[in-house]
């Protein structure tokens, strides 16, 4: 009963603030309203202690809409912190499919806290404009979060609470975003509005630090290295250096450069972009391409000695020029040089500006690396500290290398058969890619893989001492054959110029005796 009367007078209430609502809006002038407005919400203000803050999903200028990032950092961060309170969930599939991520659905509050203060998160939509008949799908509403909180810990909160939740916000999303593997597109392919000069696909390499064989000191002095450079954001600004890192991995074929740059992206859960230097027309795409590059990404050129011919470039000059007065007169061969003349015209200072020139700052958390397997061969500039920090050589297969992919191909620790395996990589030469495929079992149907796979190492190093044996006894020939032609050589050389001086004397010799016989000179006193 009392219920009942209650909701009859909340009726009647609300009838008539109505009511007055209405008489308000029809006959308060209309040049006074904005006035009484005002003093409303000031006193709705003094009463009400609370403060609000919306985030928009878009912000919109004069050119272009675009996604808020403050909005999705919120977004992220609410979806991680609120989805086992709040009631009402939308569900996202993220990375490739295969993990759902939950977020708060419209309409829906959650309550934070921070430091121990309480606050109140709700996510809303305004109301979408009305419908037009258009050629585009019907707008959807405005989403907005609302942060609401107590204004006597207004500092707090703008202070410090705010750039916690973007912060938090950002790093949730590194750590769901999907990662990719670019490479460059030719510049041919840069089509107008939509050109863009990086393709990509989902990075997916199963590489990590502990799969790569190498000296596990070496392995942990990288991995620090890396760590540290990740958290150091702050030294970098301090000391007025941008956040990059240069690195150097040189070797044989088959040594694990390219892996171990799989293994660096892993680990530091980086994009990657694959630069093809050949496919670059000049320094200005070169920059173009840095441009488009995002942070947190590892920016790789495989091979660097081979991508161009950085160092011979004046001497491959002249030749064209003298090409080119060849092929003047010849109309055909002046025809395929023009087809051939899409050749990069990348030159090496324009690369080494593109490592570490003014535009090498921009982005950041990046690193460089190039791979080579002849360092000897690159430029001493292109390869110096502050360009490529750190220099890294990975070699043949040592021994603790192997018990790395013996653990990793074959689960096993220890055998009896390591004591020679040892042995052997020590007296010869053998890549950690070809020990880790005669690591793989060949056959299913073996009882003892590890032992049959052990037993086919152990006979490709012998065979590989063997070759290389051959290899040295036939070098040393030819070199001694070599010097005894050389040796010939000296010795025909030596009697010929003997010869000459011999008949050279002769003449001298006959002319001095002619020059006496004349009187031109005295003759020689008779020896007492
Ligand atoms: N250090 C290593 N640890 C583990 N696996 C390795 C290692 N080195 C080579 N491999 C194996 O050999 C294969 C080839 O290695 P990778 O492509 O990394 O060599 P690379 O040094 O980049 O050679 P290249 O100079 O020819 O590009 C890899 O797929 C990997 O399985
Ligand atoms: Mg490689």
């Known amino acids: 009963m009392v219920m009942a009367e209650m909701f009859a007078e909340l009726g009647s209430l609300a009838a008539g603030a109505m009511f007055l609502w209405a008489m308000f809006r029809q006959y308060f002038p209309y040049q006074l309203r ?26 919109e200028n004069s050119f272009r809409r675009k996604r808020s990032e403050a909005y999705a950092a919120i977004e992220n961060y609410l979806s991680a912190n609120s989805s086992t309170r709040a009631k009402r969930l939308k569900a996202d599939i993220v990375k490739d499919s295969q993990s759902v991520v939950l977020s708060m659905d419209d309409h829906e509050e959650v309550t934070d806290e921070f430091k121990g203060v309480k606050l109140w998160w709700a996510s809303n939509k305004n109301p979408p404009p009305m419908q037009t008949i258009s050629f585009y799908p019907a707008a959807d509403g405005k989403r907005y979060y609302k942060l609401t909180f107590h204004k006597q810990y207004r500092d707090l909160i703008v202070g410090s609470y705010l750039n916690h939740v973007i912060k938090e916000g950002k790093a ?56 540290i ?105 002046k025809k395929g040089k023009e087809g051939e003349s899409k050749e990069s015209k990348v030159t090496l200072s324009g690369l080494l500006n593109f490592i570490d020139g003014l535009w090498s700052a921009c982005g950041e958390e990046r690193l460089i690396v190039f791979t080579t397997n002849h360092v000897e061969k690159l430029d001493p500039a292109l390869i110096r500290r502050g360009r490529m920090d750190k220099h890294i050589e990975l070699s043949y297969c040592c021994f603790e290398a192997f018990k790395v992919l013996a653990k990793n191909y074959l689960d096993l620790d220890s055998h009896h058969l390591f004591a020679s395996i040892r042995r052997l990589l020590e007296e010869t030469n053998m890549t950690p890619a070809d020990v880790a495929e005669n690591l793989m079992p060949k056959s299913i ?41 050389e040796g ?41």
């Open 34 to 59: 904005p006035y009484i407005e005002k003093y409303s919400h000031n006193l709705v203000s003094f009463v009400y202690p609370y403060i609000q803050i919306t985030v928009q999903e878009f912000t």
């Open 172 to 227: 949730i999303a590194v750590r769901n975003r999907q990662r990719k593997l670019y490479t460059n597109n030719p510049s041919q392919n840069w089509y107008g509005y939509k050109k863009s000069v990086w393709s990509h696909v989902t990075f997916e390499h199963p590489a990590t630090f502990e799969t790569l064989a190498m000296e596990s000191k070496k392995k942990e002095e990288i991995v620090n290295d890396l760590t």
């Open 229 to 333: 450079f990740r958290t150091r954001k702050e030294y970098y600004s301090k000391i007025g250096k941008a956040w990059k890192r240069g690195y150097l991995l040189h070797g044989p074929p088959g040594t694990g450069k390219s892996s171990m740059i799989a293994a660096m992206a892993n680990l530091l859960n980086y994009d990657i972009y694959d630069l093809e230097l050949t496919s670059v027309k000049d320094n200005t795409e070169l920059r173009k391409l840095l441009i488009e590059t995002t942070s947190k990404s590892i920016l790789v050129i495989e091979d660097i000695d081979c991508s161009l011919d950085l160092t011979g470039q004046r001497k491959k000059k002249k030749e064209k020029e003298e090409e080119d007065e060849e092929s003047k007169d010849n109309p055909i061969l």
């Open 445 to 485: 149907s073996t009882d003892d893989p590890g032992t049959a796979c052990l037993e086919n190492l152990i006979q490709a190093l012998e065979t590989a001492k063997e070759e290389a044996r051959v290899k040295a006894e036939k070098e040393e020939e030819e070199e001694r054959l070599k010097a005894e032609k």
């Open 488 to 528: 010939k050589e000296k010795e025909a050389t030596a009697g010929e110029v003997k010869e000459k001086e011999t008949s050279g004397e002769e003449v001298k010799e006959n002319g001095v005796s002619a020059l006496r016989e004349n009187g031109v000179i005295p003759k020689e006193p008779p020896s007492t």
